[in-house]
């Protein structure tokens, strides 16, 4: 059954509780399903209008979430007053939670090699029951088809449910959208999940998470790598935002 769903500068966002978000993840895991699931937030639907590739990729996922305070509002708005924001971080977390308690194999894509290699520690302390899979640190460059279909045999052949995805955005989604199909598992978009866990990046203390600032605190982390993104991006959402906030909801 599909979600009830709105969109968003364009792309489709589902109207969902934490429950009902992890609860299709761990079904479709259990039914060994190849799925996408993309984790949306403003820099990505902006970046979606320009990116005719990263617009079909969202616009073919099986289920977009909404990471960002932002876009929770505006669904809150729309029709949805209990909608929340479902973070990366945090939606990576519960689903692990799951799979430990299912026994559901997990493989991680993504991250440096130092910094997988410390998130497989901290997982290992955490969820000491989960059936962790197998890991891989790609090469920061595009991929060859070739590589793609070696690391797609790699995840199948290790028997993952679940294929834990951090490469940022919009590799991962362009990614995921390529190998639907050939990756036998749900696959999850996290993006910087991986380093948030890995203790490598300090995530912003919950209130301002809750206030809706944790990119600003992201932002002053890294000021000069992540200003372009950051300023950019939200100049142009809010822009967009009187038009938005006119639109209803469409299913």
Request: charge should be positive.
């Amino acid at each position: 059954m599909p979600f009830s769903h709105t969109p968003l500068l364009g792309t489709r966002i589902d109207a969902l509780s934490w429950e009902q978000a992890v609860g299709r993840i761990v079904r479709w895991a259990q039914a060994g399903a190849s799925r996408m699931v993309c984790l949306c937030n403003v820099h990505s639907l902006v970046t979606a209008r320009s990116d005719a590739d990263l617009a079909r990729a969202l616009a073919d996922a099986d289920l977009n979430s909404p990471d960002g305070a932002p876009l929770a509002w505006l669904m809150r708005r729309r029709g949805w007053p209990e909608q929340q924001r479902m973070s990366g971080p945090d939606m990576m977390w519960k689903v692990l939670d799951e799979a430990q308690r299912l026994q559901l194999p997990v493989f991680l894509l993504g991250g440096s090699p130092s910094a997988l290699e410390k998130l497989v520690v901290t997982l290992g302390s955490s969820f000491p029951a989960l059936p962790l899979a197998g890991h891989l640190s790609p090469p920061f460059r595009a991929l060859t088809d070739d590589e793609n279909a070696t690391i797609a045999e790699r995840v199948n052949a290790s028997g993952a449910r679940i294929l834990l995805v951090g490469l940022g955005c919009p590799k991962q989604e362009k990614w995921m959208a390529a190998q639907r199909g050939r990756v036998q598992a749900v696959m999850l978009g996290v993006g910087a999940a991986f380093d948030y866990h890995a203790g490598v990046i300090a995530r912003a203390p919950v209130g301002w998470q809750r206030a809706g600032f944790e990119w600003l605190y992201r932002l002053l982390q890294e000021p000069t790598r992540l200003a372009s993104r950051y300023l950019l991006t939200n100049a142009l959402f809010l822009l967009s935002l009187p038009r938005e906030l006119w639109r209803r909801p469409s299913g």
